[in-house]
């Protein structure tokens, strides 16, 4: 159960803090309509990945039995894992001074998480996996990966319309650079686990 939690912790984390189309419009709506904009932005993954979670559930029920499958989706998580990492060492003091349209930042946020492929992704490469994994261990393993994978990722976009309210200089100071590195380092390990299971499985397939 530890071990679940703390991946969850980890990838939603890293997940909350890597810039991408969620992150920009939780800072554009923060700065145009206040933080409650922003929080309304950071929740928008709950109400949108269900149909990805099961579509991602079923395909691993279906393969399951296939080492070789799994083994390839494994090193597929490897390789977006460590393309987050990349993002994250790449990262910058942001320009947060940007414009956005008028308020419904709800269905704003809803819309750029459909429309974005790294929900996707994730979920059939990394999440998908991992809650198949959780799910032989126990519900108690299985609840530890979600609820702290969505704690994480939504509190951390939270936490970002907060300071972003009350300061930009933290998105412009070597604080939030330094973060990402350590985000980054993160990242770059459970992406090694992920390399490490999927050439695991792909022997046990070649026999």
């Not at 969505?150 to 930009?168: D, E, N, P, Q, T």
């Amino acid at each position: 159960m530890v071990y679940f939690l703390t991946l969850g912790t980890l990838i939603g984390l890293s997940s909350g803090f890597t810039p991408g189309p969620l992150f920009a419009l939780v800072i554009s709506e923060t700065l145009r309509h206040g933080v409650k904009s922003g929080i309304k932005i950071a929740v928008a993954p709950i109400l949108t990945d269900l149909p990805i979670i099961i579509a991602a559930m079923f395909l691993m029920s279906k393969i399951s039995g296939s080492d070789a499958i799994l083994g390839f989706i494994s090193i597929s998580g490897c390789i977006f894992l460590s393309y987050m990492a990349y993002e994250c060492f790449k990262s910058k003091s942001l320009n947060i001074d940007v414009n956005t349209t008028a308020e419904r930042s709800l269905s704003k946020g809803m819309l750029a998480n459909i429309l974005n492929p790294s929900p996707y992704i994730f979920w059939l490469s990394v999440g998908g996996p991992i809650m198949t994994k959780a799910i032989n261990q126990g519900i108690c393993a299985f609840l530890s990966f979600t609820i702290s994978f969505y704690l994480f990722l939504v509190g951390s976009k939270i936490m970002i319309a907060i300071l972003l309210g009350r300061s930009k200089d933290f998105f412009k100071g070597k604080i939030y650079v330094y973060t990402m590195r350590f985000l980054g380092l993160l990242l770059v390990s459970l992406a090694s686990m992920l390399l490490y299971d999927g050439l695991k499985l792909l022997k046990s397939a070649n026999g």
